[in-house]
Nanobody, 126 residues
Framework: QVQLGESGGGLVQPGGSLRLSCAAS????????MGWFRQGPGKEREFVAV????????YYRESVKGRFTISRDRAKNTVFLQMNGLKPEDTAVYYC???????????????????WGQGTQVTVSS
Protein backbone atom coordinates (compact mmCIF):
# COMPACT_ATOMS: atom_id res chain seq x y z
CA GLN A 1 0.00 0.00 0.00
CA VAL A 2 1.38 3.39 -1.04
CA GLN A 3 1.42 6.18 1.48
CA LEU A 4 2.51 9.76 0.87
CA GLY A 5 3.08 12.38 3.53
CA GLU A 6 3.71 16.05 2.81
CA SER A 7 5.21 18.65 5.10
CA GLY A 8 6.76 22.10 4.96
CA GLY A 9 3.84 24.33 4.13
CA GLY A 10 3.10 27.50 5.99
CA LEU A 11 2.63 31.24 5.84
CA VAL A 12 5.31 33.29 4.11
CA GLN A 13 5.63 36.85 2.84
CA PRO A 14 5.87 37.60 -0.88
CA GLY A 15 9.40 36.97 -2.06
CA GLY A 16 10.01 34.43 0.66
CA SER A 17 10.87 30.76 0.45
CA LEU A 18 9.51 27.42 1.57
CA ARG A 19 10.74 23.88 1.18
CA LEU A 20 8.17 21.14 0.86
CA SER A 21 8.92 17.50 1.52
CA CYS A 22 7.05 14.35 0.58
CA ALA A 23 8.01 10.98 1.98
CA ALA A 24 6.73 7.94 0.14
CA SER A 25 6.38 4.36 1.25
CA UNK A 26 5.12 1.26 -0.50
CA UNK A 27 6.42 2.15 -3.96
CA UNK A 28 6.77 -1.09 -5.93
CA UNK A 29 7.68 0.03 -9.46
CA UNK A 30 10.71 1.87 -10.78
CA UNK A 31 9.21 3.54 -13.83
CA UNK A 32 7.22 6.13 -11.97
CA UNK A 33 7.00 9.87 -11.57
CA MET A 34 6.61 11.77 -8.35
CA GLY A 35 5.66 15.38 -8.20
CA TRP A 36 3.64 18.28 -6.96
CA PHE A 37 0.26 19.67 -7.87
CA ARG A 38 -1.63 22.51 -6.30
CA GLN A 39 -5.15 23.77 -5.94
CA GLY A 40 -5.71 27.43 -5.17
CA PRO A 41 -8.91 29.17 -4.11
CA GLY A 42 -11.52 28.80 -6.81
CA LYS A 43 -9.15 26.98 -9.14
CA GLU A 44 -8.77 23.49 -10.50
CA ARG A 45 -5.91 21.29 -9.45
CA GLU A 46 -2.90 22.09 -11.59
CA PHE A 47 0.53 20.74 -12.33
CA VAL A 48 3.51 22.36 -10.61
CA ALA A 49 6.58 20.16 -10.96
CA VAL A 50 7.44 16.49 -11.37
CA UNK A 51 10.52 14.30 -11.38
CA UNK A 52 11.03 10.88 -12.91
CA UNK A 53 12.35 8.69 -10.16
CA UNK A 54 15.09 6.73 -11.89
CA UNK A 55 16.30 9.13 -14.54
CA UNK A 56 15.81 12.28 -12.51
CA UNK A 57 14.36 14.30 -15.38
CA UNK A 58 12.36 17.25 -14.19
CA TYR A 59 9.42 19.17 -15.60
CA TYR A 60 7.96 22.45 -14.42
CA ARG A 61 4.94 24.60 -14.88
CA GLU A 62 5.99 27.61 -16.92
CA SER A 63 5.04 30.11 -14.22
CA VAL A 64 7.35 28.52 -11.64
CA LYS A 65 10.44 27.99 -13.79
CA GLY A 66 13.44 29.69 -12.26
CA ARG A 67 11.73 29.93 -8.88
CA PHE A 68 10.94 26.34 -7.91
CA THR A 69 13.27 23.35 -7.89
CA ILE A 70 12.19 19.75 -7.51
CA SER A 71 14.64 17.13 -6.31
CA ARG A 72 14.69 13.67 -4.80
CA ASP A 73 16.49 11.55 -2.25
CA ARG A 74 16.19 8.01 -3.53
CA ALA A 75 17.57 6.44 -0.36
CA LYS A 76 14.88 8.10 1.73
CA ASN A 77 12.08 7.85 -0.84
CA THR A 78 11.56 11.56 -0.52
CA VAL A 79 10.90 14.34 -2.98
CA PHE A 80 11.42 18.02 -2.26
CA LEU A 81 10.12 21.22 -3.71
CA GLN A 82 12.24 24.27 -3.00
CA MET A 83 10.11 27.34 -3.62
CA ASN A 84 11.81 30.71 -3.88
CA GLY A 85 10.46 34.09 -4.84
CA LEU A 86 6.97 33.14 -3.74
CA LYS A 87 4.06 35.19 -5.00
CA PRO A 88 0.51 35.56 -3.69
CA GLU A 89 -0.73 33.59 -6.69
CA ASP A 90 1.27 30.62 -5.42
CA THR A 91 -1.15 30.34 -2.51
CA ALA A 92 -2.70 26.90 -2.65
CA VAL A 93 -2.88 23.50 -1.10
CA TYR A 94 0.09 21.59 -2.46
CA TYR A 95 -0.28 17.87 -3.05
CA CYS A 96 2.36 15.25 -3.57
CA UNK A 97 1.42 12.58 -6.08
CA UNK A 98 2.78 9.45 -7.76
CA UNK A 99 2.14 8.04 -11.22
CA UNK A 100 3.38 4.43 -11.17
CA UNK A 101 3.67 4.20 -14.95
CA UNK A 102 4.49 7.67 -16.10
CA UNK A 103 4.95 8.54 -19.75
CA UNK A 104 6.10 11.87 -21.06
CA UNK A 105 2.91 12.77 -22.87
CA UNK A 106 0.80 12.67 -19.70
CA UNK A 107 3.32 13.48 -16.99
CA UNK A 108 1.68 16.86 -16.34
CA UNK A 109 -1.87 15.51 -16.14
CA UNK A 110 -3.19 15.13 -12.58
CA UNK A 111 -5.72 12.57 -13.80
CA UNK A 112 -2.87 10.17 -14.51
CA UNK A 113 -1.65 10.12 -10.93
CA UNK A 114 -2.83 7.24 -8.82
CA UNK A 115 -1.59 8.09 -5.35
CA TRP A 116 -2.00 11.36 -3.51
CA GLY A 117 -0.94 12.85 -0.22
CA GLN A 118 -3.20 14.79 2.10
CA GLY A 119 -1.88 18.18 1.03
CA THR A 120 -0.03 20.98 2.76
CA GLN A 121 -1.19 24.59 2.80
CA VAL A 122 1.05 27.28 1.35
CA THR A 123 -0.07 30.85 1.96
CA VAL A 124 1.83 33.81 0.53
CA SER A 125 0.65 37.05 2.07
CA SER A 126 1.89 40.24 3.67
Amino acid sequence: QVQLGESGGGLVQPGGSLRLSCAASGITVSNYAMGWFRQGPGKEREFVAVIRWNGGHTYYRESVKGRFTISRDRAKNTVFLQMNGLKPEDTAVYYCAVDPGAILSTIRDPNQYEYWGQGTQVTVSS
